[in-house]
């Protein structure tokens, strides 16, 4: 044994060939946390000192090579000076340049997944081979910041600028395939047989058929292009991923800015651009809330897996009700392997959930993401019916018929007679109190929400409701299975509205009270939408529909009339009475009309301002400052409210929450976190100056007393 230490171990296999295995001792991924970066420096210097050596092989004893750094560390690292930041960045990077400068060829076998500084880890070999299976890439974009491991540095060098930017902006993970079409590996071949590739392509080495150091220099010298083609290359990419990453995202631009300083300098100088420009994002608001959000994302993963240790399995399923939203959870659960009864009490509402399955299905095999074969195989796991016939082999139903608290009740009774006493029973309700609808049936604890968002197959995010007699077994069993399809499940106890839609509708309540005001509905439309939202509240209300919009507006009227509760007549209210749904029949706040490509436009209707002239009480031109206050405010504190009244465990679901279920800007990390850097103290005041516009924006006393002791949501 060379070397042996907690996560890497260094051994001679044969013929004067070294093996450096990672094997993170506790764990069950590879990641870079200080731990293997020390060890990695140990081992190289034990590599560089033993003597015969005549190449390595880098490998990997997980199911992944290396899953990047340990985001985990990211946040102390980050509060630090930037200075500090750069000589870190710097003394990680003398590892990966010390494995570079071996004095014999080295060849990284990858399995699984190579991603940020794992893949940083291979780009520092001479050489990489890749299991067909394997997949590589460098997201760190993702959370804000760029490779700082020398990724854009030896990427650069060794595919060309071009790829080199595809890969780092756009934070992709890549296929081998892919990886090999573009030079960013040497080899693929099935995972048993990598070790022997690397110790050939060593051996080729050894025998003067392939040029190692040729290689080395290339990714150690400059980019090869000369002055104008630099320019070129990088002016038209920097306009390119600014359009597409927009202003809010820094990163991707900034990273194609560093290659570009350091595409003519050679390797050492070019880390050296490379680590200043990583401590630059790594000190900006955008890569706190994305690693935040990271970390948070993490925390909900950890809570699904401790419930799916008390968890029933879910062998089949069932939904009730086919049309759009039934066709398209019966599409996401065979889709990801669990077989589904899909049931209506009319044939239309089959041929309807049908025909959804089908066309998401096809647009699956147009993209070559499957063949026809496994269409047919999922379409044949969605089993359509009008009766109860098979529901006595189902574990779990989906009850997803329309949102009237009657109708569930009756068809919830029904079923509840047709399924086995252990089978259990949920509602995709997105309003109606779970309490409620439990209220008739023999088995509550049996019982409880199972809130999708539409469309389903798009939206991650599925609220778990907790009645007041839901046991842990029904909950647990439909986090697991939200799980299974694919899904990011949030528990929240019951409420009118749960956590997403009684969040949501004070901000639609900020938005009908500007329109009252005098603000013009498109001008907030575009001022949300350079907050950060993927839509205006107006252009919102005409997706989810304006009948939608009106009805869970009453529903949330009645739990808090206190503050949800509008008087007269509202923007919604004229929309919905004059028949403009949205969308849904192509009118509501704008008309939409098909595109070349069959896609609903939104297109400014003249109309809507007249017919909301009755409820506009003259006209005022708000500064953008004061609609985004108007319009966040009521959020925010609505969401401090689901926090103090239990309905969420906890800061990072409810900010969770809000991203997966209504598409809250991620790179502002969520409604507390936003709290948190504006500052409690401050936002308080903020709320103390509309106050006369009622109690949507009054501050609660526990968030008074928090701005008074400094407290923050995340410490």
């Excluded at 710097?90 to 071996?102: G, H």
């Excluded at 780092?168 to 892919?178: L, Q, S, V, Y």
Aim: aromatic share 8%.
């Amino acid at each position: 044994m060379i070397y042996e230490g907690k996560a890497i171990t260094v051994k001679e296999i044969e013929g004067g060939i070294a093996q450096l295995n990672f094997d993170l001792q506790g764990e069950s991924v590879n990641k870079f946390n200080r731990l293997t970066i020390e060890e990695l420096r140990a081992a190289t210097d034990k590599l560089e000192a033993q003597k015969g050596l005549k190449g390595l092989v880098v490998t990997s004893s997980k199911d992944s090579f290396i899953v990047g750094a340990d985001i985990t560390e990211f946040t102390d690292l980050f509060a630090g000076p930037e200075e500090d930041l750069v000589a870190n960045n710097l003394k990680a990077n003398e590892v990966f340049s010390a494995i570079e400068d071996l004095p014999f060829p080295t060849v990284t076998a990858i399995n699984g997944m190579a991603l940020g500084g794992g893949f940083e880890m291979c780009l520092a070999t001479d050489y990489r081979v890749m299991d067909k299976k394997a997949k590589v890439g460098l997201p760190e974009v993702k959370l804000g910041i760029f490779p700082g491991f020398g990724g854009t540095v030896r990427l650069s060098r060794l595919v060309g600028v071009d790829y080199a930017v595809e890969w780092i902006c756009g934070g992709t993970e890549n296929r081998a395939d892919k990886a090999l079409k573009v030079g960013a590996v040497d080899a693929v071949l099935e995972g048993e047989k990598l070790v022997e590739a690397a110790i050939s392509i060593i051996n080729q080495c050894n025998d003067g058929k392939l040029d190692y150091q040729a290689r080395r220099d290339e990714k150690k010298g400059k980019i090869k292009l000369n002055a104008m083609e630099s320019m070129m290359a990088f002016e038209i990419s920097k306009a390119f991923v600014a359009g597409q990453a927009g202003k809010n995202y820094p990163a991707p631009v900034e990273a194609i800015k560093v290659m570009q300083k350091h595409a003519g300098l050679t390797r050492d100088k070019a880390i050296e651009v490379e680590a200043k420009g990583f401590a630059k994002m790594a000190k900006t608001n955008v890569a706190a809330c994305l690693v935040g959000l990271f970390l948070n994302d993490q925390e909900l993963k950890k809570k699904a897996k401790a419930w799916e240790k008390e968890a029933n399995d879910v062998k089949l399923a069932a939904v009730l009700g086919a049309g759009i939203m039934g066709g398209g959870v019966a599409y996401q659960s065979a889709l990801k392997g669990t077989p589904i009864i899909m049931k209506d009490i009319a044939q239309e509402g089959i041929a309807l959930g049908l025909k959804e399955a089908k066309k998401l299905l096809s647009k699956r095999v147009d993209k070559g993401k499957m063949d026809a074969s496994k269409m047919a195989d999922v379409l044949n796991s969605i089993t359509p019916t009008l009766n109860y016939g098979d529901f006595k082999n189902v574990d779990l139903v989906v009850e997803a018929v329309v949102e009237n608290p009657k109708v569930k009740d009756a068809v919830l009774r029904e079923t509840e007679d047709h399924i086995r006493e252990d089978a259990i029973l949920t509602s995709n309700t997105s309003t109606i109190s779970i309490d409620l609808l439990a209220k008739n049936l023999k088995r509550p604890e049996n019982f409880c929400g199972m809130h999708f968002f539409n469309p389903v197959h798009m939206m991650p995010l599925v609220e778990v409701i907790r009645g007041a007699k839901t046991s842990d077994r029904a909950i647990a069993t439909t986090v697991a299975y939200a799980k299974a399809m694919g899904k990011t499940p949030i528990v929240v106890k019951d409420c009118p509205g749960f956590l997403v839609n009684r969040v949501l509708f004070p901000y639609f309540g900020g938005f009908v009270n500007l329109v009252r005001d005098g603000a013009d509905f498109q001008h907030v439309d575009k001022v949300m939408e350079k907050f950060g939202w993927p839509m205006g509240p107006a252009y919102l209300l005409d997706v989810v529909g304006m009948d939608t919009g009106k009805h869970a507006g009453e529903v949330m009227a009645d739990g808090f009339p206190d503050r949800m509760k509008h008087e007269g007549t509202t923007a919604i209210d004229v929309m919905f009475d004059n028949n403009r749904y949205g969308q849904k029949n192509d009118k509501g706040f704008y008309k939409y009309e098909l595109d070349r490509k069959g896609k609903q436009k939104k297109v400014v209707d003249e109309e809507t301002y007249k017919l909301l002239e009755p409820v506009v009480q003259g006209k005022n031109d708000f500064s953008d400052e004061d609609i985004i206050a108007r319009m966040m405010l009521p959020l925010c504190l609505e969401t401090v409210r689901c926090l103090e009244d239990g309905i969420v465990e906890d800061p990072a679901d409810a900010d969770m929450g809000l991203i997966f279920g209504i598409g809250f800007p991620p790179f502002r990390g969520g409604a507390l976190r936003y709290i948190d850097d504006m500052g409690v103290d401050k936002f308080v005041e903020l709320a103390d100056k509309f106050a006369d516009l009622g109690p949507l924006y009054h501050p609660t006393e526990k968030l008074r007393e928090m701005a008074k002791t400094g407290e923050k949501f995340f410490g």
